[in-house]
């Protein structure tokens, strides 16, 4: 049996699923003055996932992250860790680590002083904070680093004596607030994927902060898209990108071409739209209350756009723009189907002038996902 002061970052065997989740919020909002930046936000996060909250700048995340973390006070609604309110609690008592995105490392302190400083603060001392220390500079890779000074470090060590420190006291609930934001795009891609490595091998619930919805896409078991102080819609990142729930959604995340149609039917699940000679199922959700024959907004993602070798095409266009991407090119096609006047058409190779008229067809996507459609703005 391990001395009592021998201490172990390894996650332990999966309990039973707890029918209670580990971060719940019941209706929290914020009020800055007459001004609310937070609209009764209600969210589940299971344990042990991996829950991103998206949008763009001054959409609210942060503030729900601090009112999470306690450093910021709710105005209304309840926010509960393990069933447990914590609303009212200070932030040191809820149990919860945190990396901010300036790091917010001490800069004359060694890297192992500011991993174990949440420790200390904690009451652990001596031979349990060094081996604590050093277990989670080892998950990170940076044991052979402890005495150096955070000046001495990159930016990508930085961020991970960040993460260490956030993960040294075992939070019950992880929050980054855009941990990846200041690191180059390679060394940022490299993180991501450590960090996810990480959180699965500890099993440590987490909420993430990000504007970018690539990261978040490629990162989380869920997602929270969130604009103006509220959350538009929380699901799965295939449900978020394949059957975005609104119009804001469907143009934050990915791409897509954006065509004027009208709706043809709906029946069901699903319902009908023209877009000019073609007819396109679409989901029926969406354009609750919208008239037969009203005007419409069609988002149809690239890949279920190619040029139309043979056969009926969605739409004729000439190419306006060429942008060479690599593995792709991508095409400005101009078309008055368009609100922009433009969509987007990703091909494979090159072959294509500016100047060229083309034709595109639309295509079947490979887990038989439909264009979105959305009352005209």
């Not at 991103?52 to 959409?59: E, H, M, Q």
């Not at 756009?305 to 792709?328: N, V």
């Not at 008229?357 to 009352?375: E, K, N, W």
Request: include cysteine; glycine fraction near 10%.
């Amino acid at each position: 049996m391990p001395a009592a002061d021998t201490l172990t970052l390894e996650a332990p065997a999966a309990p039973a699923r707890a029918a209670r989740p580990m971060l719940r919020l019941d209706g929290v909002s914020k009020r800055y003055g007459a001004l609310t930046v937070l609209h009764e936000a209600w969210l589940k996060v299971e344990r042990g996932e991996f829950v991103t909250l998206l949008g763009p700048s001054g959409c609210g995340k942060t503030t729900l992250l601090n009112l999470v973390a306690g450093f910021a006070r709710a105005d209304g609604g309840e926010v509960l860790l393990d069933g447990e309110p914590i609303t009212d609690r200070p932030v040191w008592e809820r149990d919860i680590g945190m990396m901010f995105q300036s790091y917010a490392l001490f800069p004359h302190m060694s890297v192992a002083r500011n991993v174990g400083y949440g420790l200390r603060c904690r009451g652990l001392r001596g031979r349990a904070e060094a081996a604590r220390v050093e277990e989670s500079l080892s998950l990170v890779k940076l044991a052979h680093l402890a005495a150096r000074r955070p000046a001495q470090l990159s930016g990508g060590q930085q961020q991970r004596v960040a993460l260490a420190r956030a993960l040294a006291p075992r939070p019950r609930l992880l929050l980054l607030d855009e941990p990846f934001s200041a690191l180059d795009r390679n060394l940022r891609i490299a993180m991501q994927t450590e960090l996810k490595e990480i959180q699965r091998r500890l099993g440590v619930t987490t909420v993430f902060v990000t504007h970018d919805q690539d990261e978040a896409l490629s990162m989380s078991d869920r997602i929270a898209v969130m604009s103006e102080g509220r959350i538009l819609q929380y699901d799965t990142p295939e449900a978020i990108y394949r059957r975005p729930a609104d119009r804001f959604v469907a143009g934050f995340v990915g791409d897509a071409a954006v065509l004027r149609g009208r709706l043809l039917r709906r029946g069901g699940a699903s319902a009908v739209v023209q877009v000019g000679e073609a007819a396109l199922p679409v989901p029926s959700a969406p354009l609750d209350g919208v008239a037969e024959g009203a005007a419409v907004e069609v988002f149809i993602r690239p890949e279920c756009l190619a040029p139309a070798r043979e056969g009926p095409a969605l739409l004729e266009g000439r190419i306006a723009a060429r942008a060479y991407m690599g593995d792709r090119t991508e095409l400005q096609i101009e078309t008055p189907l368009a609100p922009s006047g433009r969509i987007l058409l990703r091909v494979a190779g090159g072959g294509f002038a500016v100047g060229e008229r083309l034709a595109v067809a639309l295509v079947p996507a490979a887990d038989g996902a439909m264009p979105s459609a959305f009352p005209a703005a």
